[in-house]
């Protein structure tokens, strides 16, 4: 038997399947191994065989609509292909109850259930005896997971004896999402339905769609025929080829246009595919920034008029709104969800600052500056979706100006957005760049693919906590979730994509699903092996955690030296968005790892210029410090560097120069140590390095070294 084939069958249910056969020696899989680690479990002796022909039996209440029952059977055959209904509980092998509230009586977490209803229809107890599994929910999601909780303890081959059980299990959060950029990179729907059927064995129930960006538009809509003839199109395959370029689109069938989007159908299709897997699609229109591709295709929403100028719609233009309006209205026909995400983030906002359509726009509705502006826009469409019923989610810039009065912020530039957000009673996603975005390499760069910078391990994922201390109950009651995010500038390939969301994506799911307090790394470690394995067997391309390098291991030990310790004088400003650990970060013998965003690295906009005391005129032999380059995020090696020592703290000599030797287009992540062996006599010592010169370049150090 092809062992891999029984699992994928589980998890799509499309393909028949015959002759089950566990192998005696594989071993059982309990609820220890399932990831989200369930909320209560009890392992008992005994297992139950996945050998030969088994039946089901459905029962439930009014709750258990015919979608929701048919979910369940799809799911139950799939899970094994000889599956068959059965007339009669008693004989069946699998009995499934979904019976709403009445439910709550038989799970010993009503606790938890009466604490936040929203999470009952996920709610499941799945109770695995020798002879039957009987599994109880109040809806059909709950009796879903428990399936899927199922499949996971049918092991990697997907044949394994189940251990005897009993789990109660309900979700810490109701929002548990996975993003994806089909912008960059346009995927298939096969792809997208491919990661949903991930998405669902790791409960994960919100697929975010990115549709909208300058690199391409990906979905169509009947009234602007443009947007998928013209600016769903580029004439370069690779982004960081076209983002070089002038960033330019193609028509749709110009010789090598590169690009696609959804059809109607194609959506619909989707929709079907996460309705059957309790999955809800998320749709994100970009809005105001963002929106090259839109100007391009239809100048007149530009504050110019022009193409290629800026990436923002004109708020001060009627046809702006018009624009917007009938794109969300196509969008919210196609798409049932409760919400849609409407973009704001990195706005550029400077050509407004002089368009006379903007300045006549804020002076009429009083506005006091650009952020205002913005806040305005947001609110009318937010106005607009709440018309139709839905609700708007922004990423946290929204904030900016002013917050519309029902908007979900989703907080990325860190936690403060969301905090702030549910201070002032807003509902919140969680998707903090230095924990969730997937996009950053997984292990050491020199092993990894060329991503766009900065390093999130496993572990770094996984050890992200929403609920942060010193919220209160009200405020975290507006903590809707958590979500992973993979922005695909620099991965153009499907295989890939798998590869950055796979196990990353475990730990969104865990972090999640699970209680903090029953979180524990190195058990989830265990576990996010076999699960790779499990999709490795799948068909999925999976990061292999068995070769995982890991940290910069210069950032693990601390170095003795010199300067440890010893007074800095700044003649540069510490960026205040990258001070590291603050004035004594350049010299407290802790060496940054893999990325600028670690708080180890400390950031300059400027030349860096520091003057460090060493106390005492002393013997130097060595001053250097290293900085770092990854072009993709606009950090750069310094052009030069000058070192001097001084013996007073006024009359400074040059102890040495060194160049640059690496090319500012160079991709990929390198550190350069830009140190000199000296002979001197010295008290104070000092680093000049030149900024690049490149605009907008960041210089990155941290620590100056001196022995
Ligand atoms: C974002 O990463 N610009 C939301
Ligand atoms: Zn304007």
């Not at 998890?11 to 020696?25: D, E, I, K, N, R």
């Not at 295709?297 to 046809?319: R, T």
């Amino acid at each position: 038997m092809c062992r891999a084939s029984l699992a994928l069958i589980a998890l799509c249910g499309l393909v028949p399947f015959s002759g089950l056969t566990a192998s005696a020696s594989s071993p059982a899989y309990g609820p220890d191994d399932i990831i989200p680690v369930p909320a209560e479990y009890e392992v008992s002796s005994g297992t139950f065989s996945l050998d030969g022909d088994k039946t089901f039996f459905l029962t439930g209440d009014k709750t258990f609509g015919s979608d929701g029952r048919a979910a369940v059977v799809e799911a139950l055959k799939s899970f094994s292909s000889g599956m068959k209904e059965s007339d009669n509980a008693r004989s069946a092998d699998i009995v499934v109850v979904v019976d709403g509230k009445k439910f709550m009586k038989k799970t010993s977490l009503e606790h938890a259930l009466l604490d936040n209803e929203a999470l009952l229809g996920e709610a499941y107890r799945l109770e695995v005896a020798p002879d039957r599994i009987t599994i109880h929910a109040a809806d059909a999601a709950g009796a879903f997971y428990a399936l899927q909780s199922l499949v996971q303890m049918a092991g990697p081959d997907g044949s394994s004896d189940i251990q005897c059980c009993v789990i109660d299990d309900v979700p810490c959060f109701e929002y548990r999402g996975l993003h994806f950029d089909v912008s960059r990179h346009f995927r298939s729907k096969e792809f997208l339905m491919k990661q949903m059927d991930a998405m669902a064995m790791l409960k994960l129930n919100r697929m975010h769609l990115h549709l909208t960006d300058g690199a391409g538009w990906r979905i169509e809509i009947e009234g602007y025929p443009r947007l998928t003839d013209f600016a769903a199109w580029r004439p370069y395959r690779k982004w960081s080829d076209w983002w070089v370029s002038d960033r330019h689109y193609c028509e749709k069938d110009a010789a090598g246009a590169y690009g696609g989007y959804y059809t109607r159908e194609d959506i619909e299709e989707i929709l079907a595919y996460a309705a059957q897997r309790h999955i809800e699609v998320i749709p994100e229109i970009e809005m105001p920034g963002h929106s090259e591709e839109v100007i391009a295709a239809y100048p007149e929403l530009s504050c110019s008029g022009k193409q290629y100028g800026s990436g923002d719609f004109c708020p001060g233009k009627e046809a702006t709104f018009t624009f917007l309006e009938d794109v969300l209205s196509e969008v919210m026909e196609l798409f049932p969800s409760e919400y849609i995400h409407i973009g704001g983030d990195e706005a550029s906002k400077s050509a407004w600052k002089t368009c006379p359509d903007c300045c006549r726009r804020m002076q009429e509705e009083g506005l006091e500056d650009v952020d205002e502006l913005q806040s305005y826009l947001i609110h009318r469409i937010e106005e607009f979706v709440n018309s139709k019923g839905r609700k708007i989610i922004g990423w946290d810039e929204i904030l900016q100006g002013g917050l519309a009065p029902n908007a979900t912020v989703m907080s990325w530039r860190g936690t403060e957005g969301g905090v702030k957000a549910m201070k002032s009673g807003h509902d919140v996603i969680m998707t903090p760049g230095a924990y969730c975005y997937l996009d950053y390499t997984q292990d050491a760069p020199f092993k990894e693919p060329i991503s766009i910078g900065g390093y999130i391990s496993l572990a770094k994922t996984y050890s992200y906590e929403p609920a942060e201390e010193g919220l209160t109950e009200t405020e975290l009651s507006h903590l809707l979730g958590v979500q992973g995010n993979l922005w695909a500038e620099y991965i153009p390939e499907d295989s890939h994509a798998e590869y950055m969301y796979y196990p990353r994506a475990f730990a969104i799911a865990e972090t999640g699903w699970s209680r903090p307090e029953d979180k524990n790394y190195e058990d989830f470690h265990r576990r996010a092996l076999s699960l790779s394995e499990h999709l490795a067997g799948l068909g999925y391309t999976t990061f292999d955690l068995k070769t995982e390098y890991g940290d910069r291991k210069e950032s693990l030990v601390p170095l003795k030296h010199l300067a440890v310790g010893c007074d800095v004088d700044y003649s540069s400003p510490i960026n205040s968005q990258y001070p590291a650990s603050g004035e004594t970060s350049l010299v407290d013998g802790i060496l940054g790892g893999w990325t600028y965003g670690d708080k180890k690295w400390q950031g300059f906009l400027t030349d860096f210029d520091v003057t460090v005391d060493l106390g005492s005129v002393q013997p130097v032999h060595y001053i250097g410090a290293t900085f770092m380059q990854v072009a993709s995020a606009w950090v750069y090696l310094p052009e030069k560097v000058d070192i001097y020592v001084s013996e007073d703290g006024s009359d400074f000599r040059l102890a040495g120069s060194v160049w640059r030797d690496l090319s500012s287009k160079a991709d990929g992540l390198f550190f350069k140590q830009y140190g000199i062996i000296c002979n001197e006599s010295a008290r104070y010592v000092r680093i000049h390095a030149d900024n690049s010169g490149i605009e907008g370049a960041w210089l990155f150090t941290d620590e100056i070294v001196v022995n």
